[in-house]
Nanobody, 120 residues
Framework: QVQLVESGGGLVQPGGSLRLSCAAT????????MGWYRHAPGKRRELVAT???????DYGDSVKGRFTISRDNAENTVYLQMNSLKPEDTAVYYC??????????????WGQGTQVTVSS
Protein backbone atom coordinates (compact mmCIF):
# COMPACT_ATOMS: atom_id res chain seq x y z
CA GLN A 1 0.00 0.00 0.00
CA VAL A 2 1.39 3.38 -0.98
CA GLN A 3 1.77 6.00 1.74
CA LEU A 4 3.34 9.41 2.20
CA VAL A 5 5.06 9.86 5.55
CA GLU A 6 5.95 13.38 6.65
CA SER A 7 8.37 14.60 9.30
CA GLY A 8 10.13 17.74 10.42
CA GLY A 9 7.44 20.07 11.67
CA GLY A 10 7.58 21.90 14.98
CA LEU A 11 7.79 25.22 16.76
CA VAL A 12 10.25 27.84 15.54
CA GLN A 13 10.80 31.53 16.23
CA PRO A 14 10.20 34.15 13.54
CA GLY A 15 13.19 34.34 11.24
CA GLY A 16 14.11 30.73 11.93
CA SER A 17 14.30 27.71 9.65
CA LEU A 18 12.76 24.26 9.40
CA ARG A 19 13.14 21.40 6.96
CA LEU A 20 10.21 19.14 6.16
CA SER A 21 10.60 15.69 4.66
CA CYS A 22 8.07 13.41 2.98
CA ALA A 23 8.91 9.85 2.01
CA ALA A 24 6.75 7.76 -0.29
CA THR A 25 6.64 4.13 0.81
CA UNK A 26 5.10 0.95 -0.54
CA UNK A 27 5.05 -0.77 -3.91
CA UNK A 28 5.92 2.18 -6.16
CA UNK A 29 6.70 2.04 -9.86
CA UNK A 30 7.26 5.74 -10.38
CA UNK A 31 6.44 9.17 -8.96
CA UNK A 32 5.47 12.12 -11.10
CA UNK A 33 5.08 15.52 -9.47
CA MET A 34 5.47 16.01 -5.72
CA GLY A 35 4.58 19.03 -3.65
CA TRP A 36 3.61 20.72 -0.45
CA TYR A 37 0.38 22.45 0.50
CA ARG A 38 -0.61 24.12 3.74
CA HIS A 39 -3.83 24.80 5.58
CA ALA A 40 -4.12 27.41 8.31
CA PRO A 41 -7.19 27.81 10.53
CA GLY A 42 -9.82 29.99 8.87
CA LYS A 43 -7.98 30.02 5.55
CA ARG A 44 -8.20 28.03 2.35
CA ARG A 45 -5.67 25.34 1.52
CA GLU A 46 -2.72 26.98 -0.21
CA LEU A 47 -0.11 25.72 -2.65
CA VAL A 48 3.37 26.06 -1.16
CA ALA A 49 5.61 24.44 -3.77
CA THR A 50 5.71 21.69 -6.37
CA UNK A 51 8.48 19.82 -8.18
CA UNK A 52 8.24 17.58 -11.23
CA UNK A 53 10.17 14.39 -11.79
CA UNK A 54 12.46 16.47 -14.01
CA UNK A 55 13.10 18.89 -11.12
CA UNK A 56 11.08 21.80 -12.48
CA UNK A 57 9.75 23.82 -9.53
CA ASP A 58 6.91 26.20 -8.80
CA TYR A 59 6.19 28.23 -5.66
CA GLY A 60 3.31 30.08 -4.10
CA ASP A 61 3.81 33.84 -4.15
CA SER A 62 3.93 34.09 -0.36
CA VAL A 63 6.96 31.77 -0.04
CA LYS A 64 9.04 32.67 -3.09
CA GLY A 65 12.62 33.47 -2.14
CA ARG A 66 12.25 31.92 1.33
CA PHE A 67 11.32 28.27 0.72
CA THR A 68 13.08 25.70 -1.46
CA ILE A 69 11.61 22.40 -2.62
CA SER A 70 13.82 19.50 -3.64
CA ARG A 71 13.52 15.77 -4.16
CA ASP A 72 15.59 12.61 -4.08
CA ASN A 73 14.21 10.23 -6.68
CA ALA A 74 16.32 7.34 -5.46
CA GLU A 75 14.76 7.70 -1.99
CA ASN A 76 11.25 8.66 -3.21
CA THR A 77 11.48 11.67 -0.91
CA VAL A 78 10.59 15.33 -1.24
CA TYR A 79 11.93 18.07 1.00
CA LEU A 80 10.86 21.60 1.87
CA GLN A 81 13.54 23.90 3.26
CA MET A 82 11.83 26.84 4.95
CA ASN A 83 13.91 29.90 5.82
CA SER A 84 13.04 33.33 7.19
CA LEU A 85 9.86 31.92 8.66
CA LYS A 86 7.05 34.29 9.56
CA PRO A 87 4.09 33.87 11.91
CA GLU A 88 1.81 33.75 8.87
CA ASP A 89 3.58 30.56 7.77
CA THR A 90 1.94 28.79 10.70
CA ALA A 91 -0.19 25.97 9.31
CA VAL A 92 -0.48 22.23 8.86
CA TYR A 93 1.74 21.28 5.93
CA TYR A 94 0.67 18.41 3.71
CA CYS A 95 2.78 16.45 1.26
CA UNK A 96 1.20 15.47 -2.06
CA UNK A 97 2.37 13.27 -4.90
CA UNK A 98 1.12 11.63 -8.06
CA UNK A 99 2.26 8.02 -7.79
CA UNK A 100 2.13 5.07 -10.14
CA UNK A 101 1.97 1.87 -8.05
CA UNK A 102 3.56 -1.36 -9.26
CA UNK A 103 0.04 -2.75 -9.57
CA UNK A 104 -2.97 -0.55 -10.01
CA UNK A 105 -3.69 2.85 -11.48
CA UNK A 106 -1.91 6.15 -11.08
CA UNK A 107 -3.28 8.13 -8.18
CA UNK A 108 -2.75 11.28 -6.12
CA UNK A 109 -1.76 10.69 -2.54
CA TRP A 110 -1.63 12.90 0.55
CA GLY A 111 0.43 12.74 3.70
CA GLN A 112 -1.06 12.95 7.18
CA GLY A 113 0.09 16.53 7.71
CA THR A 114 2.72 18.06 9.97
CA GLN A 115 2.21 21.15 12.12
CA VAL A 116 4.49 24.14 11.66
CA THR A 117 4.15 26.91 14.23
CA VAL A 118 6.10 30.15 13.96
CA SER A 119 5.92 32.10 17.18
CA SER A 120 8.12 33.91 19.68
Amino acid sequence: QVQLVESGGGLVQPGGSLRLSCAATGSIFSINDMGWYRHAPGKRRELVATITNHFSTDYGDSVKGRFTISRDNAENTVYLQMNSLKPEDTAVYYCNAEIVPISGSKGRYWGQGTQVTVSS
